[in-house]
T-cell receptor, first 113, second 113 residues
Framework: SQTIHQWPATLVQPVGSPLSLECTVE??????LYWYRQAAGRGLQLLFY??????ISSEVPQNLSASRPQDRQFILSSKKLLLSDSGFYLC????????????FGSGTRLTVV | KNQVEQSPQSLIILEGKNCTLQ??????????LRWYKQDTGRGPVSLTI?????NTKSNGRYTATLDADTKQSSLHITASQLSDSASYIC????????????FGAGTRLAVHP
């Protein structure tokens, strides 16, 4: 069966520090991978999506970047965190254009202090 | 503008009672509509998914309805349990973009004993 792993679950980082959140998927090949951010009381906002190794599309300009070094690994990074980067980050995967297998990870609560 | 609006923002009900959550969307062209349950600090978990040709779909005590003409959906929860306390998110897939999902802000449901 397919599983998605996301870590860490919580993270407190000072302003200006770097960030690296990792997401891996098991039990499937060539998944579409996504990074979302959820602000309190707001809907999920798509940050990045990837349809293959090294293929990254950004939905909104921001202080973050994403990379996909392996087929089932998706990394969200920042060189210097801002206070506004605080939020709940979710990784998700799907297969195929219809995205019926859309599954979310357990999320990372990032607090920038 | 493609939007998904949910009501109410929050809801408190007593254990054993039924409730209905609403979702209105302006997404076009429309592909499918999903309801997710999100426990606090966790990733969303899919409850139902419906295409434009489906009017209703059930998953245990959860029943979702869809009126593609009026662009409205509802999620009905029967015989609520304490474990139903969570945020319920309506998500519409926009078929005009690659796996583009438009998320509502969610309805926060609290079930009290």
């Amino acid at each position: 069966s397919q599983t998605i792993h996301q870590w860490p679950a919580t993270l407190v980082q000072p302003v200006g520090s770097p960030l690296s959140l990792e997401c891996t998927v098991e039990g499937t090949s060539n998944p579409n991978l996504y990074w979302y951010r959820q602000a309190a009381g707001r809907g999920l906002q798509l940050l990045f999506y990837s349809v293959g190794i090294g293929q990254i599309s950004s939905e909104v300009p921001q202080n973050l970047s994403a990379s996909r070094p392996q087929d089932r690994q998706f990394i969200l990074s920042s060189k210097k965190l801002l206070l506004s980067d605080s939020g709940f980050y979710l990784c998700a995967w799907s297969t195929g254009n219809k995205g019926y297998g859309y599954t979310f990870g357990s999320g990372t609560r990032l607090t920038v202090v | 503008k493609n939007q998904v609006e949910q009501s109410p923002q929050s809801l408190i009900i007593l254990e054993g009672k039924n409730c209905t959550l609403q979702c209105n969307y302006t997404v076009s062209p429309f592909s499918n509509l999903r309801w997710y349950k999100q426990d606090t600090g966790r990733g969303p978990v899919s409850l139902t998914i419906m295409t434009f040709s489906e009017n209703t779909k059930s998953n245990g005590r959860y029943t979702a309805t869809l009126d593609a003409d009026t662009k409205q959906s509802s999620l009905h929860i029967t015989a609520s349990q304490l474990s139903d306390s969570a945020s319920y998110i309506c998500v519409v897939r926009f078929s005009g973009g690659y796996n583009k999902l438009i998320f509502g802000a969610g309805t926060r449901l609290a079930v009290h004993p």
